[in-house]
């Protein structure tokens, strides 16, 4: 048996999920594209479409700058599987966790996954910080301008009018 989630016909669906993505050290626009690249190969992921990269400044510790960016996916997979595969997937381009915060090679967080609000020890949906972060909102109001956060009942484009965008530039 393989080491994917495996669901019975009638649990089989296709979730429609908000992944971000970041990077700040090594070649960034690079790891990025292998990124996309990379879900996109990825059993159980489709890629239907990902937004334009974004240079941002960073939240936490002095360090570069980012690159950011959101990816639309539609996965046969349970939340908590989807996130063991993204954070496989940053270890395959060294991400290493020295800092809260700090650089990474590449950064994937999953933001929403359907209108499922979760809220366990290592996984919280709608990722809880998305609301602050315009290098989170824009990136995804340009792909999904009108999905609903399940938590403010607003869409991403009205979440985005509520934030500071000051320092987010599309590349």
């Known amino acids: 048996m393989s080491n994917q989630t495996h669901f019975s016909q009638s649990e089989k669906q296709e979730n429609n999920v908000a992944v971000a993505l970041g990077s700040n050290l090594g ?24 937004s334009s990269w974004y240079q941002t400044k960073p ?7 980012y690159l950011n960016g959101c990816a639309l996916l539609k996965v046969e997979l349970t939340p908590h599987k989807l996130l063991e595969i993204l954070l496989d997937i940053e270890q395959q381009f060294k991400r290493v966790r020295l800092e809260h915060w700090g650089p ?4 994937l967080d999953l933001i929403l996954y359907n209108d ?6 290592n996984l919280q949906i709608p ?6 972060r315009a290098f989170v909102l824009v990136p995804l109001a340009e792909i999904a301008a009108n999905w609903i956060d399940p ?7 009205q979440l985005l009018k509520e934030v500071e965008c000051d320092g987010v530039c599309k590349i």
């Open 116 to 121: 499922l609000v979760l809220d366990t020890p």
């Open 104 to 107: 990474r090679t590449l950064d």
């Open 59 to 65: 939240i936490g510790p002095e360090q570069p700058d």
């Open 27 to 50: 070649d960034s626009l690079t790891i990025l594209e292998n990124a996309i690249q990379t879900l996109s190969k990825t059993p159980g992921i489709i890629l239907n479409t990902y």
């Open 151 to 157: 938590v403010s009942s607003k869409a991403i484009a």
């Open 127 to 132: 990722h809880p910080r998305m609301r602050e």
